[in-house]
């Protein structure tokens, strides 16, 4: 017998209601009671994102999500973008709005007219039509239609950047926003109205603007702006190279012919070589250098980058030796504890410091040291071989602390140089939707988990949350202390991951914590044309994590 009732499950608080057939899911919150330490912007139903102002058809399991989540982040962030994108258009519609890289707590963006930076004027009036269209709390539509009817009605708006995009898709339906008659794509979830995106700031930084978004934990206040001079340095180095290549978004990647792909990976790998290059003469040219020092966050290709320029230390005439801060890890019974109470690898006093430091002393004197490996098995400590620095030798040390200055303060700044490694793309889906550097960084590594560590995706993406705030506490404030930067992203980057990572995505079970996130990334991949493995040089950084690199690990 039919009803006009369904059932819904709330894993925010464990409730179970029945509601009336077509039942919004910001009804169902509102009968539910859920109570949460910041405003709601969205929902996971049977584990897939929805608008809180979409129907509820037949029984579902509800988790509500917080702005202050990962994914409630984004989708905050996203929205603001639509609402900046709706008020350029509502002053100057002539305007070009660019979102490039999140830097600085906040995201990087360019709005020129004719190419040229607007005004503080002009600025100042885009900021107007925001906070006017934010107190009339318009509602922000989602459309789902026919793919090729929305490419055609981005046709129509001369939108070529998003029609070009969905061309790329593969799905049948697509969908769409409208915000107050202006029409635009995102990737991602947005909020239903207006009135959600209260808290926001739009400011002059270096070249362009940078978008102020909510703290992480505090809905109602703004992140402080962190001066980032060398990393929007290096940004702005990749932006050259884009421009260079004439690839700014990925259907400029997927348009290339075979012919062309092949000259753009070879460029691409070139630009990476000259860059180790021009490191390694920067160390080989200040004599007093002993000690090179390689950090970077999860994945950014560490490992690689120290054999390469290793390899630049040795034709420049430098013998180069390595130690491995991993090696130096204290016994698990000597391991702090995070704020949940787990074993913390993540952090700088999971090292012996003291053990370090005298040994590092010890080998700038000349003196032979025996340094420990540590038995990842056993948990314990054993000898490594005899070691020695001679005179024409540089030490080559990786590890994700190298650039905080207690990890070697026994050790004269004179006598270290100090790169930071990561993977800064400034390649995006169209002007509105940039590819996260974050999200690069975790599709290499699910890849090499999988791989190497016999890790399924699901597990990676579970750990990914605790690796992101010990790269938060360990490793990101102190990047500006690098004496270089080198950016391990590739052009070509998601086209050579998206085969082996797709299946690998595909495993995650839909009943998993991690499942959001997979899809998420699918739909990424999704606008991605694959290239071919054997297209990848074995000396490219990318071979880390995709196998059949020319370097031995």
């Known amino acids: ?144 239609e026919p793919r090729q009817q929305t490419i055609q009605l981005f046709k129509d708006n001369n939108d070529t950047g998003v029609s070009n995009l969905l061309e790329y898709q593969k799905s049948y339906y697509t969908y769409y926003y409208q915000l107050g008659g202006t029409t635009d794509f ?30 992480k934990d505090n809905a109602n206040q703004l992140e402080e702006i962190i001066q980032q001079r060398k990393t929007y340095e290096i940004y702005k180095e990749h932006v050259n190279w884009c421009n260079l290549m004439g690839i700014n978004n990925i259907t400029d990647l997927n348009a290339l012919t075979k012919e062309q792909r092949s000259t753009c990976i070879k460029v691409a790998e070139a630009l990476h070589e000259k860059k180790i290059a021009k490191i390694a003469e920067q160390i080989v040219e200040n004599k007093d250098i002993r000690i090179v020092l390689i950090a970077g966050p999860s994945s950014s290709g560490k490992t690689t980058t120290s054999k390469r320029l290793s390899v630049q230390l040795a034709a420049s005439g430098v013998r180069p030796r390595t130690l491995s801060l991993d090696n130096y890890y204290l016994t698990h019974d000597k391991t702090p504890l995070d704020e949940f109470g787990e074993l913390d690898f993540e952090s700088l006093y999971a090292l012996d410091l003291p053990l370090l430091n005298q040994q590092l002393q010890q080998l700038i004197a000349g003196e032979t040291i025996i340094p420990p490996i540590f038995n990842f098995k056993t948990e314990q400590r054993e000898q490594g071989k005899p070691m020695q620095l001679n005179e024409n030798e540089i030490l080559v040390i990786e590890g994700i602390h190298g650039l905080n200055p207690e990890l070697t303060a026994s050790i004269p700044e004179k006598l270290k140089f100090k790169v930071y490694a990561s993977a800064l793309t400034a390649l995006s889906l169209n002007d509105h939707n940039w590819i996260s550097a974050s999200d690069t960084r975790l599709l290499r590594r699910i890849i090499r988990d999988y791989k190497y560590r016999n890790y399924p995706a699901y597990k990676t993406i579970d750990r990914w949350p605790s690796v992101r705030r010990g790269e938060d506490k360990w490793i990101f404030p102190f990047q500006e202390n690098a004496d270089a930067m080198f950016n391990s992203s590739l052009l070509f980057e998601l086209a050579s991951i998206k085969r082996q990572a797709e299946p690998i995505l595909n495993e995650v079970p839909q009943d998993s914590d991690s499942y959001p996130e997979a899809r998420r990334l699918l739909h990424l991949l999704d606008f991605v044309v694959g290239i071919p493995y054997s297209e990848i040089p074995q000396t490219s950084l990318l071979r880390e994590f995709l196998g059949g690199s020319g370097f031995r690990y």
């Open 186 to 215: 995102y990737a991602d979830l947005l909020v239903p109205s207006t009135k959600y995106l209260t808290q926001f700031d739009l400011c002059a930084y270096f070249d362009g603007f940078l978008i102020r978004v909510p703290q």
């Open 1 to 144: 017998m039919a009803t006009n009732r369904i059932k819904i499950i709330c894993k925010n608080n464990g409730k179970s209601i029945e509601v009336p057939f077509g039942t919004t899911i910001s009804e169902a919150q509102l009968l539910l009671q859920v109570q949460t330490e910041s405003p709601i912007v969205g929902a996971l139903i049977n584990n897939k994102p929805a608008c809180l102002h979409s129907g509820l058809y037949n029984n579902k399991t509800i988790e509500f999500i917080e702005q202050n989540s990962s994914i409630g982040k984004r989708i905050y962030v996203r929205s603001l973008v639509f609402l900046l994108y709706k008020a350029i258009q509502d002053t100057y519609p002539q305007a070009r709005f660019r979102v490039e890289y999140a830097i600085s707590n906040g995201y990087y963006c360019t709005i020129t007219i004719n190419k040229e930076r607007i005004s503080t004027q002009q600025l100042a009036d885009i900021k107007n039509r925001a906070t006017q269209l934010v107190e009339q709390d318009l509602p922000i539509e989602l459309f789902y």
